[in-house]
């Protein structure tokens, strides 16, 4: 019996070693998906290795070494309090790779849910919530999370929950839209006909086709959310001085540009550029992968 276990876990492994291999293969034919992925991993790292192994904290003042250019001692310089740059792009990254986790997941959870009631529910349940959806889809995207974040209070925490609600329709729909196009399928029919309940179509032929839609949307929501995150933060609804979100930083940073320290605002402007960049890739790249003859109806917040 050892031994047959033994050679189980050895098949396995076997077996995930050529998926990463295959995966790789994968990506490296591809330049622009290798170069997001590096993006990736390369924020990935900083924001959690970099974060707790370098010298500085993001959020100590050291005046007399204050806008000082990037050097080997501060690769991004420092603020105008003396704040380690690079200490607080790390912290940034952090935050807006959590944030726009956080926005997916919420966004698909409650969206998903709310699609699947409205696919499979009666006419009126559908109409219902269509309606609401509208109501909520009058609202431009940032002028909604601005809103929900000033009812709530000013933060990121509320910036978070503000934007996923926008996110929501857009993963309502989608999932609806998707669920009354399988289920017109002939043997999802066939299973209808054949006295299936609604819980096993959505779990035996439903979910696993609807899943790369959701996929491939949430790649596309993952940048929305960053990117909105930086812009609440910008205007000083979201995250608050000194805390370092990069739209913040960005903020904080202007003041100083015109005097010739760039570097302030520059560096997490450039995080943010890559790591929206980088969410695109994704979209279009599982859009090409998941959905090829383009029957998936995505939606791109604005």
Known sequence: MGRVATAGRVDRGRRAASTAGRALAFVARDPALAFASAIVVVLVGLAVVGRLAWQYDSLTVDVENALEPPSWDHPMGTDGNGRDVFARFNEGAGISLLAGAVVVGLGAIVGGLIGVVAGIGRRLTDSAWMRVLDAILAFPP???????????GVGVRSAVLG?????????????RTDILRIRALPHVEAAVALGATRTRIVQRHILPHASSAM????????????LT?????????????????????????????????????????????????????????????????GEIAVARET
């Open 215 to 226: 996929l491939i949307q949430s790649a596309a929501v993952f940048g929305y959310a960053i």
């Open 142 to 152: 940032l002028i909604l999370a601005m809103a929900v974040t000033v009812g709530l």
């Open 163 to 175: 934007i996923a609600l926008t996110t929501v329709p857009y993963y309502a729909r989608l999932l």
């Open 229 to 293: 995150l930086a812009a609440l933060g910008f205007v000083g609804l979201g995250a608050q001085i000194p805390e370092p979100e990069w739209g913040s930083m960005i903020t904080d940073g202007l003041q100083y540009a015109l005097t010739g320290q760039w570097w302030i605002a520059v560096f997490p402007g450039l995080g943010l550029l890559a790591a929206v960049t980088a969410a695109n890739v994704f979209a279009d790249r599982a859009r090409d992968l998941l959905d090829p003859r």
